[in-house]
């Protein structure tokens, strides 16, 4: 039973412009949250975090959005650029509990 | 100072026979997890030590596969009797602790033949 789920296997997105990667969970006790990039052959890489206290953080091009009633959410990325071509895993964690993963989303950045 | 080193980074074995993975987590770091990434799905949980202890091994697939820390270090992820359903990219993570992001090593790509 997925508790994290990214719903769209893949997004292609034209350089410029912004790219949008959701992500829904299922555990309403889950209070951290977390997005990764990975590129292949490499491990995942950390991207931005959000505390369920908050329902926004921003770092650079890079912005993550909660919307906890709803236990959804979102990382922008504004604007894209070509290495942003990888794949996104979004993570959650209740404290003190193990960290779990979405299945990824594949983002393609168009030139 | 120096990431999370995983060795060895490719391993190809024979099915039947017993593979030993490797996790230098990042010094001082107290949390350790183990996932599994098969091809084309996405990051599996396996096993996370807090210290030496595991509170959470629900994500091991089978009595097949153990692991262990020792000094609150070095882990190794043991699969006994290798299954072609068992290859798949093999990740450790590390992390100061609560609520702290995982830092990854690049994994071990171990293959079942």
């Known amino acids: 039973d997925q508790q994290v789920k990214q719903n769209s296997p893949s997004l292609s997105v034209q350089e410029g412009r912004i790219s949008i990667l959701n992500c829904d969970y299922t555990n309403s006790m889950f209070d951290y949250f977390l997005w990764y990039k990975k590129y292949p052959a490499e491990g995942p890489t950390f991207l931005i975090s959000i505390s369920s206290i908050k329902d926004k953080n921003e770092d650079g091009r890079f912005t993550v959005f909660l919307n906890k009633s709803a236990k959804h959410l979102s990382l922008h990325i504004v604007p894209s650029q070509p290495g942003d071509s990888a794949v996104y895993f979004c993570a959650a964690t209740e404290i003190g509990d193990k960290i779990i993963f979405g299945k990824g989303t594949r983002l393609h950045i168009l030139p | 100072g120096a990431g999370v080193s995983q060795s060895p980074s490719n391993k190809v074995t024979e099915k039947g026979k017993d593979v030993e993975l490797r996790c230098d987590p990042i010094?001082?770091?107290?949390?350790l997890y183990w996932y599994r990434q098969s091809l084309g799905q996405g990051l599996e949980f396996l096993i996370y030590f807090q210290g030496n202890s595991a509170p959470d091994k629900s994500g091991l697939p089978s009595d097949r596969f153990s692991a262990e820390r020792t000094g609150g270090s070095v882990s190794t992820l043991t699969i006994q009797r290798t299954q072609q359903e068992d290859s798949a990219v093999y990740l450790c993570?590390?992390?100061?602790?609560?609520?702290?992001?995982?830092?990854f090593g690049n994994g071990t790509r171990l293959t079942v033949t």
């Open positions: 993570a590390s992390s100061p602790g609560n609520n702290s992001p995982l830092h």
């Open positions: 010094s001082g770091h107290t949390a």
